[in-house]
């Protein structure tokens, strides 16, 4: 059954990844464009056309509508890569552990105290799925926690864990949009994104609400997949980058993406403070390939063809993912900064 279940799947996979449909029908991607000083911009006004956006946020609403149930029943509550020793002999066991361990290195990472004194109290969860990290983040410090989704069915999903992991009081989700956040200035010490800023189209946008609602002396944690940097040399991607790209855009629901060093400049330009990043590719490597085996089951794959297009056609473009990373064009980065007091 196992290996009728794999024949299946890969020809579903292979079949339809050559009938794919484009995300913004009748439009292009605007790529962006790096301009002197490593500032980025799509079609020079670091935001898609207003049509192409809200369809943009549309298809992300909708795809995470219809594949947050499938994540959640084979993965755990944590929608995002896990943290892996390099060349580690990783079992399936070992998979919601890393998840877990991933939100601990990005806090050792930016030096986010324990002390209770100093621990942060209130924390906005930026793109917070069905709320793993948010609930995590307020068992661990005590804090308040904020979480924001695009998606309706999350942010239901995410309130009602709460409330049965006895945190209702503590930790609350709302269907907003990362580059408009309902939030007042300085309001949070801690500003965590796990892996929400490939999905933003303007990313000076996405990067200045982050800082807007950071608390003088707050923390600023962006963990996001990047394109590889450019060299000095190079005014973009080469073609077969950018097609790739293009095609996990489409299955993923992603705008253009930037590259680390982009980011960076980004966040300088906002006077930012105590800026570092890394690349953490190697840590997730096995990543894609666990979750691709996790649908290849009987129960996922019958999962995932229950679960709607959208979700499918995401699950198609994962053997992308993998092809990008083994190519070094797409990198996995943490990104951490401080606001000034």
Same mark, same amino acid.
């Given at each position: 059954?196992?290996?009728?279940?794999?024949?299946?799947?890969? %020809?579903?996979?292979?079949? %339809? @990844?050559?009938?794919?449909?484009?995300?913004?029908?009748?439009?292009?991607?605007?790529?962006?464009?790096?301009l002197r000083? *490593?500032?980025?911009?799509?079609?020079?006004?670091?935001?898609?056309?207003? =049509?192409?956006?809200?369809?943009?946020?549309?298809?992300?609403?909708?795809?995470?509508?219809?594949? $947050?149930?499938?994540?959640?029943?084979?993965?755990?509550?944590?929608? /995002? /890569? *896990? &943290?892996?020793?390099?060349?580690?002999?990783?079992?399936?066991?070992?998979?919601?552990?890393?998840?877990?361990?991933? #939100?601990?290195?990005?806090?050792?990472? =930016?030096?986010?105290?324990?002390?209770?004194?100093?621990?942060?109290?209130?924390? !906005?969860?930026?793109?917070?799925? #069905?709320?793993?990290?948010?609930?995590?983040?307020?068992?661990?410090?005590? =804090?308040?926690?904020?979480?924001?989704?695009?998606?309706? !069915?999350?942010?239901?999903?995410?309130?009602?864990?709460?409330?049965?992991?006895?945190?209702?009081?503590?930790?609350? +989700?709302?269907?907003?949009?990362?580059?408009?956040?309902? +939030?007042?200035?300085?309001? +949070?010490?801690?500003?965590?994104?796990?892996?929400?800023?490939e999905h933003?189209?303007?990313k000076l946008? +996405?990067?200045?609400?982050?800082?807007?609602?950071?608390?003088?002396?707050?923390?600023?944690? #962006?963990?996001?997949?990047?394109?590889?940097?450019?060299?000095?040399?190079?005014?973009?991607?080469?073609?077969?980058?950018?097609?790739?790209?293009?095609?996990?855009?489409?299955?993923?629901?992603?705008?253009?993406?930037?590259?680390?060093?982009?980011?960076?400049?980004?966040?300088?330009?906002?006077?930012?403070?105590?800026?570092?990043?890394?690349?953490? $590719?190697?840590?997730?490597?096995? &990543?894609?390939?666990?979750?691709?085996?996790?649908? @290849?089951?009987?129960?996922?794959?019958?999962?995932?063809?229950?679960?709607?297009?959208?979700?499918?056609?995401? =699950?198609?473009?994962?053997?992308?993912?993998?092809?990008?990373?083994?190519? *070094?064009?797409?990198?996995?980065?943490?990104?951490?900064?401080?606001?000034? @007091?």
């Open positions: 059954m196992s290996s009728l279940c794999g024949a299946c799947a890969s %020809t579903l996979l292979t079949t %339809t @990844l050559t009938r794919r449909s484009r995300l913004f029908v009748g439009s292009k991607h605007q790529p962006l464009q790096r000083g *490593g500032t980025i911009r799509a079609n020079g006004n670091l935001a898609v056309t207003a =049509a192409d956006d809200r369809r943009l946020k549309k298809g992300i609403a909708e795809f995470y509508d219809e594949s $947050s149930g499938l994540w959640e029943n084979i993965w755990g509550e944590h929608m /995002h /890569h *896990g &943290f892996y020793d390099p060349n580690a002999v990783v079992q399936i066991s070992d998979h919601r552990s890393a998840q877990i361990r991933m #939100i601990e290195q990005a806090l050792l990472f =930016a030096f986010v105290p324990d002390d209770p004194s100093k621990k942060p109290t209130s924390i !906005v969860d930026v793109g917070c799925g #069905i709320g793993g990290s948010s609930r995590y983040l307020s068992r661990k410090y005590g =804090a308040e926690c904020y979480g924001i989704t695009l998606s309706p !069915v999350q942010a239901e999903r995410a309130q009602a864990l709460a409330a049965a992991q006895g945190l209702g009081d503590k930790v609350s +989700f709302e269907v907003a949009d990362a580059l408009n956040q309902p +939030f007042p200035d300085g309001k +949070f010490d801690l500003v965590w994104s796990m892996e929400s800023g933003m189209p303007d946008k +996405f990067v200045s609400e982050l800082a807007r609602v950071a608390a003088p002396g707050a923390t600023i944690i #962006i963990v996001t997949w990047c394109h590889r940097d450019l060299s000095p040399t190079e005014e973009s991607l080469r073609p077969e980058e950018k097609i790739l790209l293009d095609k996990i855009c489409d299955g993923f629901y992603l705008p253009a993406w930037c590259s680390t060093a982009d980011y960076i400049k980004l966040l300088e330009s906002l006077s930012l403070k105590d800026i570092k990043a890394a690349d953490w $590719s190697d840590n997730v490597a096995p &990543f894609w390939p666990a979750v691709i085996k996790s649908a @290849l089951t009987w129960d996922g794959l019958t999962s995932l063809l229950q679960s709607g297009w959208k979700t499918i056609r995401g =699950a198609l473009v994962m053997p992308l993912m993998i092809e990008g990373f083994k190519k *070094g064009v797409i990198k996995f980065s943490i990104i951490t900064c401080r606001k000034p @007091l």
